[in-house]
């Protein structure tokens, strides 16, 4: 009898280590992709290509790709060591370093319910995450400090590091140019501003397609993108 039961045990042994292997073979499989809307705020570039930036004082800086990955993420749950559900879920990366040594991240993942799609942003260290489907964004990371929503069954909700006071609006063009565009991410940074140098990126403009169009320094100097 015990002979039987220990090969029973090492038959089941067998079977869930099969099952389980890093979401192989799972019972269902879930897939997750950005809407086409949304993916157009990545930017057409691929990696080596350049843009200029200008500041008010006319001196320049240029952007080059160094970036360019798209891939699904994959991720599963497991019962019993049997692979229940295994979900994939698109992912897009860019990067860009500029020849001051800043570097600029765009990247996006698709909605995994009850997140919408979203996008994050980094400018020279400063950096924040945008839900589109709730208008809201929900992470900020700084130099000075990490600020945090918890996402529940009723949306964002405020987590024990605060309130996130910085802001994103949807611009259709930018104040103060001639330059033409017609849908611009605006991002605001306004936490932590007692501990800000003149350096501090407090302001992002992205626009949809062309990526990085102006940011503005907490000494009040602006870089624009040239034509």
Same mark, same amino acid.
Not at 39 to 47: Q, S
Not at 140 to 144: A, G, I, K, V
Not at 148 to 152: F, I, Y
Not at 200 to 205: G, H, K, L, P
């Given at each position: ?6 090969? =029973?045990?090492l038959a089941?042994?067998?079977f =869930?280590?099969?099952?389980?292997g890093?979401g192989?073979?799972?019972l269902?499989?879930?897939y997750y992709? =950005?809407?086409?809307s949304n993916?157009? *705020? ?6 080596g290509?350049?843009f200029? %930036?200008?500041d008010?004082?006319?001196i320049a800086?240029? !952007?080059?790709m160094t970036?360019?990955n798209e891939?699904?993420?994959k991720? *599963?749950?497991?019962? &019993? ?5 295994t +979900?994939? +879920? ?8 500029s020849s001051y040594g %800043?570097v =600029?991240g765009i990247? %996006?993942r ?7 799609d ?7 260290q400063? /950096?924040f995450?945008?839900? !589109?489907d709730f208008?809201?964004i929900?992470s ?5 400090g990490?600020k945090?929503? &918890? %996402? $529940?069954d009723k949306g964002?909700e405020?987590?024990d590091?605060g309130?996130i006071?910085? $802001?994103v609006?949807?611009?259709d063009?930018l ?13 605001t940074?306004?936490d !932590?501003a007692?501990? *800000?140098t003149?350096f ?6 992205l626009?949809?397609?062309?990526g &990085?169009?102006k940011?503005?320094?907490?000494? /009040? ?7």
């Open positions: 009898m015990r002979s039987i039961i220990k090969c =029973l045990f089941l042994s067998l =869930l280590s099969s099952c389980g890093e192989e073979n799972p269902k499989e879930e992709y =950005l809407e086409e993916k157009d *705020w990545l930017t057409p570039d691929t990696p290509a350049i200029i %930036m200008r008010i004082n006319g800086s240029s !952007f080059r970036g360019n891939t699904l993420g991720s *599963w749950s497991t019962f &019993l060591g049997i692979n229940t559900l +979900t994939y +879920t698109e992912e897009c990366f860019q990067s860009y370093k %800043m =600029l990247s %996006m698709a909605n995994s319910p009850p997140q919408g979203n996008i994050i942003i980094s400018l020279d400063v /950096g995450s945008y839900d !589109f208008e809201t929900y900020l990371d700084t130099p000075f990490y945090n929503l &918890l %996402m $529940t964002y405020l987590h590091d309130k006071l910085s $802001t609006e949807i611009l063009s104040p103060g140019s001639t330059a033409t565009y017609e849908e611009l991410l605006h991002f940074l306004k !932590f007692d501990q *800000w003149d501090t990126v407090t302001e992002i403009y626009d949809k397609e062309a &990085l169009v940011y503005v320094l907490a000494s /009040g100097i602006s870089s624009e993108r040239s034509p």
